[in-house]
């Protein structure tokens, strides 16, 4: 079965205390890999898109790498406002020609001043 | 400015009563696409329509219909609301499927089923 799994659910950080959250995946014929950023009452923000393994994305303090089983998003030295729920999607095909998105649960990011 | 924009925000409704929550995108964008989020279970696609002609299921399509008459437009109807539809709903679209055509969401609806 196609599954997500983001670790860990959340993450508490002192202002510029560098860390990495966790997304683990299981599916067939991956065709990309999204990183969003979530804010509260607010819609995904995408931030990156990955393809294949060994492929790495920057943006700001943002870097987000892939291997064949996971991908991980770098936050160096991050700031309050930084803070967000990150999640983490596949997509991958569904049926002859259409394509399917399976969303992780996302990790929830406090950073602290 | 680019967006999806959707309608209502926050309902408040009682089971049985017909809704329809409204989607529009000023990027004519081909894929559309609804989901709900639920705590613990992520985004969840309910149903998607690749263009005008095209609409399909996605993952948990029971208890809603869609509607792709023009291409701006992608309306999320619930024809006989239950509580367990009381859920965070969310409109995406983007220009195509590839990876490199990422979704843009919209900023949520969120239903409560009495």
């Known amino acids: 079965e196609d599954q997500v799994t983001q670790s860990p659910e959340a993450l508490r950080l002192q202002e510029g205390e560098s860390s990495s959250l966790n997304c683990s995946y299981t599916?067939?014929?991956?065709?990309?890999l999204f990183w969003y950023r979530q804010d509260p009452g607010k819609g995904p923000e995408f931030l990156f898109t990955?393809?294949?393994a060994g492929e790495e994305k920057e943006k700001e303090r943002l870097k987000a790498t892939l291997t064949k089983k996971e991908s991980f998003l770098h936050i160096t030295a991050p700031k309050p406002e930084d803070s967000a729920t990150y999640l983490c999607?596949?997509?991958?095909?569904?049926?002859?020609?259409?394509?399917?998105?399976?969303f992780g649960t996302g990790t929830r990011l406090k950073v602290l001043a | 400015e680019a967006q999806v924009t959707q309608n209502p925000r926050y309902l408040i409704t009682v089971t049985g009563k017909k809704l329809t929550v409204t989607c529009s995108q000023n990027?004519?964008?081909?894929?559309m696409s609804w989901y709900r989020q639920d705590p613990g279970l992520g985004l969840r696609q309910i149903y998607y329509?690749?263009?005008?002609?095209?609409?399909d299921k996605g993952d948990v399509p029971e208890g809603y219909k869609v509607s792709r008459k023009e291409k701006r437009n992608f309306p999320l109807i619930l024809e006989s609301p239950s509580p367990n539809q009381t859920s965070l709903y969310f409109c995406?679209?983007?220009?195509?499927?590839?990876?490199?055509?990422?979704?843009?969401f919209g900023d949520g609806t969120r239903l409560s089923i009495l």
């Open positions: 329509s690749m263009n005008v002609e095209v609409t």
């Open positions: 990027m004519n964008h081909e894929y």
């Open positions: 995406a679209s983007s220009p195509g499927v590839g990876g490199d055509q990422p979704q843009h």
């Open positions: 599916v067939s014929g991956l065709r990309g």
């Open positions: 990955l393809y294949s």
């Open positions: 999607a596949v997509q991958a095909p569904r049926r002859a020609g259409t394509y399917k998105y399976i």
